[in-house]
């Protein structure tokens, strides 16, 4: 999306249930830091800090709006201390675009650049998931918008 902020997905034999070998453990993983919400994805191996927390491609249970906040706070402030930084579920098209755009308002961007920009850059299905895009609308407007008008 930006520069060191990323949108993953996990490839069908990168699940719990497929082991990792010694190559697959010890190969650099292309980021340092990620927030991964695809609850059957397997950890990355050495040398990358993850944050996980599996929520399901749905309606955003309320219960889990705190937790997914904290997690975009920490992607971002990661991504700020200029580490290669990503934002991972399944196909890499809602539950990473949702961190990822968390991040990118936090950054100042609108919610519309935001969802423009993941669109245009990740895949035109990013963010097809109706519920996470008010989501996202919900926290700029609530949060970030009346900062942008008073700048």
Request: negative net charge; glycine residues 6%; charged residues 25%.
């Amino acid at each position: 999306m930006l520069p060191n902020l990323f949108i993953s997905g996990t490839l069908d034999d990168d699940v719990l249930d497929m082991p990792m070998n010694d190559y697959q453990l010890m190969h650099p993983a292309p980021f340092e830091s990620c927030v991964t919400l695809y609850g059957h994805a397997r950890p990355f191996g050495y040398y990358v800090r993850e944050q996980r927390f599996g929520i399901v491609d749905a309606e955003i249970d309320p219960l889990s709006i705190p937790e997914i906040r904290q997690l975009a706070d920490w992607l971002h402030s990661e991504w700020k201390k200029g580490k290669r930084v990503a934002g991972k579920c399944q196909m890499g098209y809602n539950r990473s675009s949702l961190i990822v755009a968390l991040v990118m308002l936090k950054e100042g961007f609108s919610a519309d650049e935001t969802i423009k920009m993941i669109r245009e850059k990740r895949s035109p299905n990013a963010l097809c998931n109706p519920h996470f895009v008010r989501f996202i609308n919900e926290v700029y407007e609530e949060e970030y918008k009346p900062q942008a008008l008073s700048a």
